[in-house]
Structure formats: C-alpha cells, structure tokens
C-alpha cells in the first residue's frame, strides 16, 4: 500500500505539475465534483478511478478582487445566481449516503 502525500507534498505537486491522485500519483481521468463552501474554505470532492481514492481538495481564501467602486449593483432587485449560505456544517455524508461516514477535516 502507498503511502499518501502529505498535504504539503500534494499541494507541491499539483502546483508543479497539475492534478493527481495523493495516493496513487497518477493524473489522468481524475474525476472531480462541484466545489462548495464551508465558510472561508473551498472544498472540491475529488475521486481517483485508478486505485478508487477519494478526498476533498482544500482551497482557503488566499484575497479578494475588488471590481471597480463605480460598479455597483443596486441594493435592492439583485439577484444572485447562487445563493450565498455559508454552509459550515453540511451534514451530508461524502458518498451521499444516510448516515455515511464524514472525512475528517485536515490538520
Ligand atoms: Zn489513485
């Protein structure tokens, strides 16, 4: 059995060289889910057909950009496309399941 990367490696790795499995390393076919978030963390579950990984990528809040101060939007009649609910604590199991086990968060 493999060792997975560690966060630090895995993230060196798909800086360096784009997307992998931090198990199996290998590149192609990765399947990849909408990502969502969790307050200032963006997740994107992440599945790996060749060994059958499967993990959350973790994307914090590294800024923001500001578009220009004259354009606005008015207060009111504005409608966002998706709704902007932080959801810190989704119970939905990973695999969709009732009940299904949740993936421990990184540290
Ligand atoms: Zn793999």
């Known amino acids: ?19 992998c499995c931090p198990v199996c390393q290998q ?9 969502s978030m969790e307050g200032p963390t963006i997740l994107q579950e992440a599945m ?5 990984a499967r993990w959350r990528d973790v994307y914090p809040l590294s ?7 004259d354009d606005v939007v008015p207060t009111s009649g504005y409608v966002m496309h998706t709704s902007m609910v ?3 604590d989704d119970p939905r199991p990973v695999d ?3 009940g299904g086990q949740r993936h421990a968060p990184q540290t």
């Open 86 to 88: 932080s959801r810190t």
């Open 48 to 52: 790996c057909p060749a060994c059958g």
């Open 1 to 19: 059995m493999t060792m997975p990367l560690t966060p630090g490696a895995y993230v060196a790795r798909v800086t360096q060289q784009g997307p």
């Open 63 to 69: 800024g923001y950009v500001l578009y220009a101060l």
């Open 27 to 35: 590149d192609t076919q990765l399947l990849y889910d909408s990502p």
């Open 96 to 98: 969709g399941t009732p």
